[in-house]
């Protein structure tokens, strides 16, 4: 007999409103998707048995009343755990490999002239989350992004920083194993080009 499985995935139909919200919320909170609904699912099976289904209803819906509009999401989410739950292939993290440079003008010892640098990484995220890392020197550029995925869709969302100077704040749509490449100018010489490949994990 094969042992039981450690971990199972379940499917959860969301308006596409309500899942966005969900994710926008979580985020803020430092928290992934799945931590918010295996918590929620948690706090329903500690709950006694007790109490009928028309009960609980009830005491969640009147919960709903009393929450502000951008709580609804995480709400709507517990509503839907008992009645709407098949199995299904869950969205795994998402593997996002970087590639690209950031050239800026400088000038030294009266002389002009530009600094080239260089960055190629692959960093693991989940929606939602954000994500930043900063290439090194004296006055480093920093690069915060955030993963957003809509149906079979990607939105990549960046903001780029040379030292205190804001670069550009780029948005681009992608999907799974579509390379997508990012270029922004400045009249002073500065530039920015990145290449970005999503895959699943």
């Given at each position: ?67 502000p ?13 008992p009645?709407?739950?098949v ?15 950031y ?55 960046m903001?780029?920083?040379?030292g ?38």
């Amino acid at each position: 007999m094969k042992p039981p499985k450690k971990s199972e995935t379940l499917e959860i139909r969301l308006s596409h409103p309500d899942k966005t919200a969900l994710q926008i919320k979580a985020s803020h909170e430092g928290r992934t998707v799945s931590d918010v609904v295996r918590g929620l699912i948690s706090v329903y099976i500690a709950e006694p048995d007790t109490r009928s289904t028309s009960t609980k209803l009830t005491e969640l819906l009147m919960t709903l009343k009393s929450k502000p509009k951008s709580a609804l999401a995480t709400a709507a989410a517990c509503v839907a755990l008992p009645f709407a739950i098949v199995p299904f292939a869950a969205a795994e993290p998402i593997a996002l490999k970087l590639d690209g440079e950031y050239i800026e003008p400088v000038v030294e010892n009266g002389t002009e002239g530009t600094r080239t640098r260089r960055f190629d990484t692959e960093i693991h995220v989940e929606t939602g989350d954000s994500y930043e890392f900063i290439v090194g020197g004296s006055d480093p550029f920093s690069l915060t992004l955030s993963v957003t995925e809509v149906g079979d869709e990607l939105l990549i969302d960046m903001k780029i920083y040379g030292g205190e100077d804001f670069i550009g704040h780029p948005k681009v749509k992608t999907q799974i194993n579509t390379p997508v490449r990012i270029e922004i100018g400045h009249d002073d010489g500065q530039t920015f080009t990145m290449n970005a490949l999503p895959t699943r994990q």
